[in-house]
């Protein structure tokens, strides 16, 4: 081998190392991580986890659930419950399980009005006829943002099938006149045929109690009867929508409920207190 291939191989080899040196130079050595950083962000990932799923049991916990009084709807001839994730269905024929002289004259629960308290009663033309009413309220009912106000017809269900309405009468009427031509239990149909209740339906508070649960308006919050603790409550015991939030037998740990009182509105204020459901007929 000649000096000169020996100068080139030589050449060669250094350029070599030069380049492998350059090249571990620009090599940036790589961080391990801090275990304590490392830990610490664990740790924090963590708890925010935990505070999480937290909350979200304490949202669970404060939430009610009115799928509890399904089976406080007895009178199952005329009305059956369905429970489902969100929503309770109620189904009714809206045919009351008390006397009416509203019944047709063959129906076994046909009978004359008989109220000597009441010389002004005057029997409305209508009569009472089977509904096909289905109720779709929420099963956990909340407050709504934006209140809404009742319509005229149905706004909830009584435990016997029967429809509560509002203090408002029909078109052209007036309300204080219409007292005169409910039965003897507090009720009365309305043109199509839909018997009703408008104030306190006696039938149930005289049979069930007069502080028992009587029904559900269609935001899902309950009604209950005139006594509570043993006292019967007046309008200034209740806010603008006629109901307030305390224990019942039903919920020992309170819930907003509506009562029924003495006077107008009788039922529900101004509006539903959460947000209504929907009634099909």
């Known amino acids: 081998m000649s000096v000169r291939d020996l100068m080139k191989q030589l050449a060669m080899l250094l350029l070599m190392g030069f380049l492998t040196f350059t090249v571990a130079c620009d090599e940036s050595p790589v961080d391990e991580p801090d275990p304590e950083e490392q830990l610490e962000e664990e740790e924090e990932e963590e708890e925010n986890k935990e505070e999480?799923?937290?909350?979200?049991?304490?949202?669970?916990?404060?939430?009610?659930?009115?799928?509890?009084?399904?089976?406080?709807?007895?009178?199952?001839?005329?009305?059956?419950?369905?429970?489902?994730?969100?929503?309770?269905?109620?189904?009714?024929?809206?045919?009351?399980?008390?006397?009416?002289?509203?019944?047709?004259?063959?129906?076994?629960?046909?009978?004359?009005?008989?109220?000597?308290?009441?010389?002004?009663?005057?029997?409305?033309?209508?009569?009472?006829?089977?509904?096909?009413?289905?109720?779709?309220?929420?099963?956990?009912?909340?407050?709504?943002?934006?209140?809404?106000?009742?319509?005229?017809?149905?706004?909830?269900?009584?435990?016997?099938?029967?429809?509560?309405?509002?203090?408002?009468?029909?078109?052209?009427d007036d309300i204080l006149e219409e007292l005169n031509t409910f039965d003897q239990y507090e009720g009365h149909p309305a043109q199509s045929g839909d018997y009703h209740y408008h104030l306190e339906p006696i039938w149930l508070t005289e049979t069930i109690s007069d502080d028992a649960f009587l029904g559900l308006l269609l935001d899902g919050f309950p009604v209950y009867g005139p006594v509570e603790g043993g006292k019967r409550l007046t309008n200034a015991d209740l806010d603008d929508y006629h109901g307030h939030i305390s224990a019942t037998a039903e919920f020992p740990d309170g819930i907003y409920h509506y009562h029924i009182t003495d006077e107008l509105p009788w039922i529900n204020g101004d509006g539903y207190f959460g947000t209504p459901g929907t009634i099909t007929k």
């Open 52 to 172: 999480e799923e937290e909350e979200e049991e304490e949202e669970e916990e404060t939430k009610v659930d009115i799928s509890i009084l399904a089976s406080k709807f007895y009178h199952t001839s005329a009305v059956s419950v369905t429970v489902t994730d969100d929503h309770v269905i109620i189904s009714s024929s809206d045919q009351p399980d008390h006397k009416s002289m509203y019944y047709s004259p063959n129906n076994s629960l046909y009978e004359d009005y008989d109220e000597p308290n009441n010389p002004d009663f005057k029997k409305n033309p209508n009569s009472i006829e089977i509904q096909n009413f289905v109720y779709t309220l929420p099963r956990f009912p909340e407050e709504a943002t934006n209140k809404e106000a009742t319509d005229f017809g149905p706004m909830g269900v009584a435990v016997n099938s029967v429809a509560f309405y509002n203090q408002n009468a029909g078109p052209g």
